[in-house]
């Protein structure tokens, strides 16, 4: 019996060992294959002028537009969704926290709703477009991510306050502190690091998603200046690019996926020294 166990304990050991290589494999082989195609093609002119004329077929110009519109884009529906899901998650851990089967119910929704492909909530969206005769805008197009990501700001929160010690929640109580008090001035400073992931990954998931703002956004090669303003986005931008049969803006598509790239490991990279930094505050029992 012991032998056997031994055997199981490897085998599944090298299961282990097996899908950590085959990941890091296929992260590499993504990685290698859209810095060897895009290199080539990326250049400061790209990344600091807008697209002049004709250049998704081959001429000059650059993609700064969607570079700024993705930043506008995902800022704003970042802070939006922060704004609503901050104190649900709050709410959820504080004066729900005695029913436990409800605040149960109200989780499983919002993981069904975290599972929901973006392209629904596109959809979605556009049909309220159509139906109250709204142009597709920068507005449009935050207000449709933060409810994509909503769900994720929530839990990703929710998760975060559920490592609270609950005799800290209860020892604010015994002295008197009311349960806003806990929620903004305890227990936001206890999960402060937590927060923050939970935003910058929410703001990694809002940057990197096209199909959600295929149809709310529209596209343009100029700067908006007001949420009145169609918007151009990285995704799209890439997305546009891919579907050309000119080899070079083709390239200048896997260009544009190396800063989008770029972009996300800053944010993990930011995501990780704010939680390092932060750490310190939190109270251990």
């Not at 060992?17 to 810095?35: A, D, H, N």
């Not at 935050?142 to 559920?162: G, K």
Request: proline fraction near 4%; aromatic fraction near 14%.
């Amino acid at each position: 019996m012991k032998k056997f166990a031994k055997y199981e304990e490897w085998f599944f050991k090298g299961l282990m060992y097996l899908s950590t290589l085959s990941i890091g494999l296929v992260l590499f082989v993504i990685l290698f294959s859209v810095l060897y195609t895009g290199l080539p093609y990326l250049s400061w002119e790209m990344i600091s002028s807008i697209p002049e004329g004709g250049y998704y077929y081959g001429k000059s110009g650059g993609i700064l537009n969607a570079i700024i519109g993705s930043l506008y884009l995902s800022l704003g529906s970042t802070a939006l969704a922060f704004i609503v899901g901050m104190p649900l998650a709050m709410f959820m851990n504080i004066h729900l926290v005695r029913n436990t089967k409800f605040v149960s119910g109200i989780r499983f929704i919002l993981d069904l709703l975290w599972g929901v492909p973006s392209i629904v909530y596109g959809a979605f969206a556009f049909t309220i477009m159509i139906y109250f005769g709204l142009k597709t805008s920068l507005l449009a197009g935050i207000v449709t991510v933060s409810l994509f990501i909503l769900p994720i700001v929530v839990r990703a929160i929710d998760e975060v306050l559920m490592t609270v010690p609950r005799g800290l929640f209860e020892s604010a109580l015994s002295l008197g502190s009311t349960k806003s008090e806990i929620a903004y001035r305890i227990m936001f400073k206890q999960c402060f690091p937590g927060i923050i992931t939970a935003i910058l990954l929410s703001f990694g998931r809002g940057i990197g998603d096209a199909a959600s703002i295929l149809f709310t956004t529209g596209y343009t090669d100029y700067i908006p200046t007001s949420l009145g303003e169609q918007t151009a986005t990285l995704p799209l931008a890439i997305f546009f690019q891919l579907s050309s049969p000119i080899p070079e803006v083709r390239g200048r598509a896997y260009a544009a996926s190396i800063i989008l790239i770029l972009i996300i490991l800053i944010i993990s990279l930011l995501s990780r020294y704010f939680t390092k930094r932060y750490e310190k505050n939190k109270i251990n029992f």
